[in-house]
Each structure stands twice: as C-alpha cells, then as structure tokens.
C-alpha cells in the first residue's frame, strides 16, 4: 500500500510540474532561510554553555549614577577578586581576567603576534577550555608560566613538542620571558573569552601598581557560587561590600546627588550568568535581535505553509473528479488523506532537502557578508535534529494535512457533477492571505526604517575629516615612536602627504579588527566627570582637521607638553563646570599639579554614534606606545598615494605586515549591526513578499476558477474588461489594506522602541507606512491582474460551454 501511495505521489507530482515546482522553490527558499537564520540564531544561544558549571558562574560589572547619567561597565580593580571570596561566603572562587591585546611572541628566529590573557592560577578549575598536554591544575603554578592554545604552539613550535620550551613575549622594549606548561584546545568560536594564550595576572607589567588599586579598572572579575546558592543572596551581601571597598566615590557621588540615602542608588555591583554575558558585552549581539532572526525564520517559514495550503486548495478543483472516481471505486477518507498527505510529505521533503543543500552552499558567503561563525555541522547536534525533526513534522501535518483533509471530504455527489462549491472563498483562506501580507508589511516596514536610521547615523557629524586618511597599525614587533619618527622622516618633503601622527587607538576598526576604548573618572570642584582617553602625538589635529577653540594644539617647542597637557573637548569643559579651562589642572588640582589644559576643540564622535558619548581628553606621552599611525594624503587617486606609503613602510620596517586602511573605510565598521539587520530583513522582506504573491496568485487562481460562468456572463451583459478586473481585484485589496492595518502599529510600535536605544535617533514618519503601503497594494494588484485579465479577455463562449 505504502508504495502505491508513493508511486501515485510521485506521478502527480510529474504531471502537474508547474504546480509541484512552485510549491518546491518556496519550499526550498523558506527552509534554506530558515536554516541559515536558525543556525545564526542558535550559534549566539550557544555562548559559554560549554562549561561544566555554567549555572554557578557569574561576571561581576559596576553601575554608577553619576552626574553625567547611568553608567555600566564590566571592568573591575584588580583587588576586587580576592575581596569577593573573602567577604562573600557564597563565592566558592573568584578569578580576575584580564582581556588583552596582541603581543609579539618570539622564538629563535620566529616572530609571531597573539592574544594574552592574565588571570589567576584557578582559571581552568573555574572554566572548562581542555588542556592536550601539561596539567591545567598546575599550568599556571609559576607567574612566569604560560599556556597556550593548539594553533599557537603549531605556529611558533610546529611539530616540536612545547612543553618546556621558553618564549620572549611583550610589546616593543617591555618583553619577559615566559616558560610553556601547557597546551590548551583553541577557544570555541561560541566563546565570550577568547585567548591565544594565557598567563599570570601577575606578570602585567603594571601590575605592583594596580594589585590594591580600587580606583582602576581595567579587567573582568568572575565568580563561582556555591552549588544551590541564592544569586539573589550574593547580590544583597554586595551592597555592603560596595560601601566598604568604594567609600570615596561614594561619597562623591553623595555629594552630586544629595537627595539619594541608599547607597545601593548611587553605585551597585551586579552579577551577570556566564550565559548572559555575550549578550551583555559592547562586542556581544543584542538578544532581541537574536530572537527577530528566529521570528524571522518562522515567518518565512509560515508564509511558505499558508503558500501550501493555498496552492494545494487552488489545485483541489483539478482533482476533484479524480477523487470522485477513487471514492465511487471504494477508496475510504483515511485512504485518500493517507495520499494526498503522502504527496505533501514528499513535496516537503524533497523541498527540505534542497533548502538544505542551497543553505550549506550559502553559509561561506552568508558568514563572509555578516561575519557569522555558523557551520553546518550544528544542524547534527541531538537538540537541532529533534527541532527539526519536529517542525519538519509539524509543518508536514498542517500545511500538507489541511488540504488533504478537505480534499478527503469533498461530497461525492457534488464532486462527480463538477460542483465543490458555490461559496467565495471562506474566512480561513481570507485570513491566511491577511497573515501573508501583514508579516511582509511588518518586515519591509523594519528594514525600511533600519535603512533610515542607518542612513542618518552616517550622516551625523563625526567631527574631524575623514576622507583621504590612512591608517597603519604599528603591530606589536616594531616600536611604534621609531616608526613614526623615520616616517616623518622620509615623507617630509612629499607634496602628497599633508601631515602624519601616531595615536595609542584606531578610529572605528581597520584590518587588524582591533578596538580600543579607555575611560576615565575623576572628580573636579564637586563634579564627577568621566571621559574617553585618547593618546595622541604632534599634528593630531592637523591631520584630522579638528579645529582650536581656545588655547593651543600641543606644540614641540613646550618640554611639558608630552608630561601633563591636555587639549578636551567642549563637553568635557562644561561636564567640569569650569568657565575659564586654559591652564586649568584636574586630577589634583588642589596642589597645582595633575592634568593641565592646555586647548579646547568642538566635541567630536571618537566612537560610534549609536554608544554613549563622552567628553574627551588627548594628551601626549613621551614613553606610552603609538600603535596606529595616521597620514592625511592629498591626492586625485589616493591608492597610488597608499602604494607609495607601502613601498616607504616595507623599507623602514623590513618588510613588516603593512596592514593599512583608509580611515572612511574604518568608519564603517561602527555600523555593523545595523548594516547586518538592515540586509538581512530587507533580503527577509523580498523572499516574504514573493511566498506572499505566490500564495495570493494561488487564491486568485481559485477565484477565477469559481467565477469564470460568472465573468462570461457579465461579458455578455457588456462588462468591460476593466470592470471586471476591478471587480475582482477589489476584493484582495481590501484584504491587503487589512493586513496593513495589523502590521503597520505593530511596526511603528517595533521600531521606535528599537531606535530609543540610539543616541542619535531619527523620527518615524507616517509618511513612510504610505510608501509601504502603497508599494504593497500595487504588487497585490499586479499579481491578481495576471490571471483576471486573462479571465476577463477569454471569449464568453469557451467561458459558458458545458463540458
């Protein structure tokens, strides 16, 4: 029985190839989607479940209620972990991790850049990354100990064997010498800490400075709870450890905001589950937009099984004598369900299977446009095959069950004299329409507006020139002052470059992937005032074009400049509430000594206009380390400018990576996310309105089908073909207006809660609900016209004919 129900499947399926290709297409486009938004989705859930004791750990992050707002941060003193354990009994262990940058590793000729992390010798009792070789319990025994990861070793050791071996490892002058003791297996791509190697916390350079520090913050502190402790406990005991261990800035932040008793109202420290803290961090994603992707999936996934129904009900009226000849024959309702559900199982399946395929062929280019890590292998864990499993059987049972069911109970009678029925269309195909478009309104609403707000954030006024810029990191094997200083050299009589300056951080985010953002706080007078530093060397502001208020750029001919002297923006001043800044001292003004302001320049965008801005501070340092390199050019073709600079960079450096970008380039980078969710919904709201018109060709089909002894006679009565196309067409438009009457709110109320979150925001005009609309209302009109006009053209004499 199973075989004839296919073999009959498989010929209908032949016969009607037209019909059967529509319904795979959709298939296979909804499911790959799906796919390739479900792996996405599922890749950024997966974050740090990894380790075994994952519900007991927690990073700690600080929330201050200053004057100039609500500030959050995830770095903590150095001190603040082995406080933690001590007044906390819950704590079962508390480490301190140090994020860190790339340092040059060198051994006998190999030289090579990497990650370092610092922690404390627990780190791999706390975390479960698995160590290949050495013991992970004594790999950090020693404060010159190092670990490091699997690709590491085989790139500095190849196929020598690590252990013991010794590694120079620092950047520029400040290097140590480190012993291997372990090896580790590379970080899983679903890993918030990454690392290519792990030392001693105590080996930071600084770190006789910072170990009883309670006023830097400069790395991460986790906790382990107890087994069955109460989050909620350890949180209450961090009230009183915030007083104890921050009385000075609570005091201060007393002071500002006098009105305020508990302490807990000006400074908290909250506990984050290790799960939460990719969705947490500023490199993380947000977990609303990890839920939309999932929607979004859903949806097309939907829209694809309304599309099923509505074809398969569309080509209900072409079997129906067929039907009524296997009922008149014997054939019972289960048999025929049994069929016709059969044919939708294969349909499915062999639409399933090309998704599936087209979305394995899509992950390199879908990862390479937005930089996802999803790999198709995921699809085979246990979890992800049980889901699919599931909603592969579900669908199958709803979209291919329905039509089958109804198709079973077609009356014999009525079936065999060629009527089904006289009634229009009924509610639920009308509703399944009215779903169809208001999710397509909702998604070309979304992107439309993402498009909007993306389009005004570069729009923004950043504050400095950015055209014709070139960014070179320095890297950590080269010294990035000698550098600078043989650049000046060499480039100085050359009419193309206009001025060259080194910097401590890029602007946005260049090749080598790297951001960097240091904040400090201090108090003036009463006012806490916290602000982005940035180091900077001569001719800073030249190259950017950043304009003097007051005072003076900093200027060779004054020794103190690369000590103590500042140049702060405008709203760096007023958050100081100083009149008259110029020659000004904070950070120990009292004695005359400290930070001494020397200019004031127009507040400009260092970082993302989508974060919180801060005031800034540039200053000079005779010893701190330049790590990108800034030139602005003048040029009619800035890439043979940059040609140039790479042949005079190779030359200086020996051959040294030349990783360099033009700085609008970098820029860009700032608006990733919202690049991302702009493609992706706008790629989401086109595939959803194509399933969309497939399914509204398919209902218009049917109601032609119906109405075709109805149109021949109005044709008869002098109908003309324009009435008669408006007649029809009349009536899915109202069902599309309808729909946007539902997905219009739904959207404005969406994307206004999403834009508050924008320091710069736009504002939703209506105006953009009429384009919408008006776009969707004409692509509905055209497809129902396609078959009406047809209808409506066919002589009334093929349209009354008996049969």
Request: proline share 4%.
């Amino acid at each position: 029985m199973f075989n004839n129900y296919l073999k009959i499947a498989w010929r209908n399926i032949s016969r009607n190839k037209l019909h059967s290709a529509i319904h795979i297409f959709g298939l296979a486009i909804a499911f790959s989607v799906c796919i390739l938004l479900f792996l996405t989705a599922y890749f950024h859930l997966s974050f740090d479940s990894f380790h075994k004791d994952k519900a007991q750990l927690y990073r700690t992050s600080r929330v201050i209620h200053s004057s100039q707002g609500i500030e959050m941060s995830s770095q903590m003193p150095l001190p603040a972990a082995t406080a933690l354990k001590a007044d906390i009994s819950e704590v079962e262990n508390a480490i301190v991790v140090n994020m860190g940058m790339p340092e040059n590793f060198s051994y006998e000729e190999k030289n090579i850049e990497r990650v370092v992390i610092r922690t404390d010798p627990d780190f791999f009792e706390v975390f479960n990354f698995p160590v290949l070789s050495g013991n992970g319990s004594s790999a950090l025994s020693g404060i010159q100990d190092i670990a490091i990861s699997e690709s590491t070793a085989k790139a500095i050791f190849g196929d020598l064997d690590p252990i013991g071996k010794e590694l120079k490892i620092g950047r520029g002058e400040e290097v140590a010498y480190y012993t291997v003791t372990a090896v580790v297996k590379d970080c899983p791509k679903n890993s918030s800490i990454r690392f290519d190697a792990i030392a001693r916390i105590q080996s930071l350079p600084n770190y006789v400075k910072l170990q009883n520090d309670w006023g830097s913050n400069g790395s991460s502190v986790f906790i382990k709870v107890s087994p069955n402790s109460d989050p909620q406990k350890v949180a209450m005991k961090l009230e009183p450890f915030v007083e104890k261990y921050y009385p000075d800035q609570l005091e201060q932040l007393r002071a500002d905001h006098p009105e305020v008793k508990q302490a807990s109202e000006l400074m908290s420290i909250n506990l984050t589950n290790i799960n939460e803290v990719h969705f947490s961090g500023d490199r993380g994603a947000p977990k609303l937009l990890v839920y939309a992707l999932m929607s979004l999936g859903a949806f097309i996934l939907l829209i694809a099984c309304f599309n099923f129904v509505n074809l398969n009900m569309a080509n209900s009226f072409k079997r129906s004598r067929e039907l009524g000849v296997r009922k008149t024959l014997g054939a019972y309702k289960g048999q025929l369900f049994m069929q016709l559900w059969g044919e939708a199982f294969l349909l499915y399946f062999i639409g399933f299977m090309l998704g599936l395929g087209l979305a394995s062929q899509l992950i390199p280019a879908f990862n390479a446009q937005f930089g996802g890590s999803i790999e198709i292998t995921a699809l085979f864990q246990p979890t992800f095959l049980v889901i699919i499993f599931g909603v592969f059987l579900l669908v199958t049972l709803i979209a291919g069950g329905y039509p089958a069911l109804k198709m079973a109970n077609f009356n014999l009678v009525g079936v065999l004299k060629g009527k089904i029925s006289t009634r229009r269309p009924g509610a639920l195909r009308n509703g399944i329409l009215v779903s169809q478009f208001a999710i397509s309104s909702l998604l070309i609403s979304i992107s439309w507006i993402a498009g909007k707000q993306l389009d005004f954030l570069r729009e923004v006024p950043i504050g400095f020139e950015k055209e014709q810029v070139i960014s070179i990191p320095v890297g950590f094997q080269q010294d990035g002052r000698k550098i600078l200083a043989r650049m000046r050299n060499e480039l100085v009589n050359d009419p193309k470059i206009v001025s060259i300056t080194g910097t401590g951080g890029n602007l946005g985010r260049g090749l080598d992937r790297v951001t960097v953002r240091s904040t400090v706080g201090f108090d003036y007078k009463q006012n806490q005032v916290s602000a982005d530093w940035l180091l900077a060397d001569y001719d800073f502001l030249k190259t950017l074009q950043i304009p003097i208020i007051k005072g003076r750029d900093f200027d060779p001919a004054f020794a103190t400049d690369t000590v103590n002297a500042f140049v702060v923006t405008e709203s760096f001043v007023k958050a100081m509430g100083e009149p008259d800044p110029i020659g000004k001292y904070f950070g120990g003004e009292e004695a005359g000594l400290g930070n001494r302001i020397i200019g004031v320049i127009p507040d400009f965008n260092a970082y993302s206009p989508s974060e919180k801005a801060y005031p800034i501070a540039i200053h000079l340092s005779a010893t701190e380390r330049i790590n990108y390199i800034f030139l602005k050019v003048k040029s009619d073709n800035p890439q043979l400018v940059m040609d140039h600079v790479a042949s005079v960079w190779e030359k200086l450096t020996d051959n040294s990576l030349f990783n360099a970008s033009f700085l609008d380039e970098n820029l860009q980078a700032w608006y990733e996310g919202e690049i991302i969710m702009t493609t992706v919904f706008s790629i989401a709201s086109v595939i959803a309105i194509f399933l969309s018109c497939l399914g509204l060709f398919a209902i218009s089909l049917m109601v032609i089908e119906l109405r075709t002894k109805e149109i021949g006679i109005r044709k008869v009565m002098g109908a003309s073909v324009k009435s008669i196309v408006g007649m029809i067409s009349i009536h899915f438009l109202k069902l599309v207006l309808l729909s946007l009457l539902i997905a219009i709110p739904l959207a404005w109320y969406a994307m206004q809660t999403w834009i508050e979150n924008y320091e710069y925001r736009i504002r939703i005009d209506p105006l953009t609900f009429l384009g919408v609309g008006t776009m969707v209302a004409v692509v509905a009109v055209i497809t129902v016209s396609f078959h009406t006009i047809r209808a409506a053209i066919v002589n009334p004499v093929e349209s009354l004919k008996s049969e």
